[in-house]
């Protein structure tokens, strides 16, 4: 077995041991650094955009400005490298796609500065081309639904999901131009006649994937932890309520125990012989009540704050990992307890008043009303709002707001897609939680995602 994490030897006058963790608009930058701070670790919060609202926290001590790395993700995993030299670093949080490509691509350099609690490259295109992850779930056992290649699929008439191929638009998966390609988003697509193929796969830079639909909105997430093909830290949810009414990214989830759901995380992550973080994403088909494998986000998810609060400090066991103390994790934690992100039950409101999908039944917006308000009274537990750390849902707010108006302004002027700083109604930015809910969002991340 391989060492699990890199020991570096430090003059005992030199500054106290430091972490880096890439800042995005998902809290999980904000749980990692509420987690480590406190035990004397030296957070550094490292983003393309100063707005982040980590960047703000009373538990982060320094902020770096990095490369964008869906503009240029050579230049960002340099920077990362260069960074992980300082004699200071103990290791790399992982919290977007790009974040874990960008460390794993180059494990062998970042394994001579750092602790490594990541995958191989081997191992991560194994979990970032779907293709090759549907492979390893029907090895595994792990039920999924059909998925084929767009253009071997040939059953238009039931409903149907189109989803990239990729995770992550990377030199290693789309060639050496990989930075100018939009590999897309996953779209529903009725039943009755087939899409324009050729011109998907212009647009897309690549052959995506249909997947057959599973009709339901529950949406479940398995988390762990592992050390070189050992589980050292699990957790469950069951997300309740999306961004939209009919799903996406997560902003009110509970914690839950079901052995069948560990059983298929388990499975899938074993096969795979797994190093470092995973959330593994399922749908529940509602026909025959098996787990469906959606996918695998190889990093931390947007939901983490609520995580840690049910129990599993997944960034205080990275940390161990990654700097050779012994992982204080243990099986238990807090069953049926829930947690909100309140930007994103702002969304789920406005889309029961905004939004029409056919395949979901809208929700009287004074029934939806009461669920959050209940729910909010009832499991009093927020992502960023927090009594010692305010800040950073203050940041957050500012910028939900931004773009909200700013996406109203371009609505009225007719000039296409936002390009606001903060995603209003999806995961964007590496959250990876709103796991994949199949419901017909035409920008959704998963089967309509979740990130």
């Not at 030897?9 to 480590?36: K, Q």
């Not at 762990?224 to 902003?251: I, N, W």
């Amino acid at each position: 077995m391989q060492p699990s994490a890199h020991i570096r030897t430090r003059d005992a006058r030199a500054e106290r041991a430091s972490v880096i963790v890439p800042g995005i608009t998902a809290p999980s930058t904000v749980a990692c650094i509420r987690s480590l701070n406190p035990r004397g670790v030296e957070t550094i919060v490292g983003s393309e955009n100063r707005t982040t609202p980590a960047s703000v926290s009373s538990y982060c001590d320094r902020f770096i400005t990095l490369p964008d790395p869906r503009r240029d993700l050579e230049t960002y995993g340099e920077t990362l490298l260069a960074l992980a030299a300082r004699p200071s670093v103990e290791t790399i949080i992982p919290v977007r796609e790009e974040d874990v490509y960008a460390l794993s691509v180059n494990k062998a350099d970042f394994a001579e500065e750092i602790g490594t609690p990541f995958p191989d490259f081997d191992t991560l295109r194994r979990v970032q081309d779907r293709v090759e992850l549907f492979a390893a779930a029907e090895a595994a056992g792990v039920a999924a639904p059909e998925t084929r290649l767009l253009d071997e699929w040939d059953d238009w008439d039931r409903e149907t999901i189109i989803k990239p191929r990729y995770t992550v638009a990377a030199p290693e998966y789309l060639g050496a131009d990989a930075d100018l390609s939009d590999i897309g988003s996953t779209i529903y697509h009725e039943p009755g006649s087939p899409p324009a193929v050729e011109s998907m796969l212009n647009e897309w830079g690549h052959v995506p994937l249909a997947q057959a639909y599973v009709p339901d909105l529950r949406e479940y997430g398995f988390f762990a932890l592992y050390d070189q093909g050992e589980p050292v830290a699990t957790f469950q949810h069951c997300q309740k309520r999306g961004y939209k009414y009919s799903g996406g990214p997560s902003s009110y989830r509970e914690s839950v125990d079901i052995p069948e759901l560990e059983n298929a995380g388990l499975a899938l992550l074993d096969e795979l012989e797994w190093h470092g973080l995973a959330m593994v994403e399922f749908l529940r088909d509602p026909e025959t009540g098996e787990f469906k494998l959606m996918e695998i986000n190889p990093r931390f998810w947007s939901s983490l704050p609520f995580t840690v609060q049910a129990g599993v400090d997944f960034p205080l066991y990275y940390w161990q990992l990654a700097t050779g103390e012994p992982v204080t994790a243990d099986s238990s934690y807090k069953v049926g307890i829930g947690g909100h992100l309140l930007r994103g039950e702002v969304c789920h409101l406005h889309s029961v008043l905004a939004d029409d999908f056919p395949l979901v039944e809208r929700p009287a917006f004074t029934t939806a009303l009461a669920d959050v308000a209940t729910s909010i009274i009832r499991e009093p537990r927020f992502d960023y709002a927090v009594a010692d750390d305010y800040w950073p849902f203050l940041r957050d707010g500012v910028n939900f707001a931004k773009s909200a108006l700013a996406e109203q302004a371009q609505s009225v002027l007719g000039e296409g897609e936002s390009t606001a700083d903060h995603p209003l109604e999806t995961g964007a930015d590496g959250g990876g939680d709103g796991i994949e809910s199949a419901a017909p969002l035409e920008n959704a991340r998963g089967q309509t995602k979740t990130s």
